[in-house]
């Protein structure tokens, strides 16, 4: 990857972490919003989501699913295919309370999400590890290329 | 649908253009960014996109998708749970330069996005339009509501 590329990536991942997740639905894909943070050996990504939701649901039936993280369109002059954006695929699995990652993943997520606090008292919430398995990231119109997961784990950590 | 939540769902039909679709790829569910203009009658949504892309070629395919309109996220004190965002279950067609509707399409489109002029010249790049299933609203945490496409088509008919 382009080293210009890897600090466009950084710089997603940094100050998006509300992004769309599609997952396997009833009748076809299914697309939601997710709050993400990392895991601590940057390898993975962390949701914590209410079982009342949708999507959570598909996920517990079906892992594959993929992020789009976006920058977002904030001007009416902007031509959106100029803005970055990256295409994660990755598979889920879930980590509910009585797992022995639980605590940890608490702590990670609370320290990206403080806000999230009090949603540790509602008992309908479980975390969901995203591995990824490949992406696809757009740094502007016609700039595109495929990353692995070894590229988006050293993205992340290069500041 | 309640009125304060009409409001809401049109002030995201009208600020968020730059939307995340859900697609169906080969190994799981996909996610990409499109550009998003409304057809004349407001029944159905417009994108233009390049056959290059892989969400372009999952809608070759296969027409089931999903929209995912959301308010941004600007602050990190901001809690992403309370930002308003829709989901909205779609069946895409396509649209091609021979199609007698590309015309209408075309000036739809550039109504929205004048930035886009230039993508009419590129021999790529084909309408789809996708006409709403269903939708979730939410408009906060545990705000949220099923919409049917009438009511998807009033709301943004509303100012």
Redesign the interface.
């Known amino acids: 990857m382009k080293p210009e590329d890897c600090a466009v990536f950084h710089r997603l991942l940094l100050e998006?972490?509300?992004v769309?997740?599609?997952?396997?639905?009833e009748?076809?894909?299914?697309?939601?919003?997710v709050?993400v943070a990392w895991d601590h050996d940057k390898q993975s990504f962390l949701v914590y989501l209410s079982t009342l939701s949708?999507h959570t649901r598909h996920l517990q039936r079906?892992g594959?699913?993929?992020?789009?993280i976006?920058q977002?369109?904030?001007s009416v002059?902007?031509?959106?295919?100029e803005?970055a954006?990256v295409?994660i695929?990755c598979e889920a699995a879930p980590i509910g309370r009585d797992h022995d990652e639980f605590a940890r993943c608490r702590q990670q997520y609370l320290a990206r999400?403080p806000?999230?606090e009090s949603?540790f008292d509602l008992g309908d919430f479980l975390f969901f590890r995203l591995t990824p398995?490949r992406g696809?990231l757009?740094c502007g119109f016609g700039r595109a290329s495929t990353v692995t997961p070894a590229e988006i784990a050293a993205c992340w950590s290069e500041s």
Chains 1, 2 share one sequence.
């Not at 009748?27 to 919003?33: N, T």
């Not at 002059?77 to 295919?81: E, Y």
Request: hydrophobic fraction near 40%.
């Open positions: 998006q972490p509300w769309a997740i599609a997952t396997q639905g009748e076809g894909p299914y697309g939601a919003m709050a949708l079906r594959a699913c993929c992020l789009v976006a977002p369109y904030l002059t902007d031509d959106p295919q803005l954006r295409s695929e999400f806000v999230a949603r398995r696809r757009i």
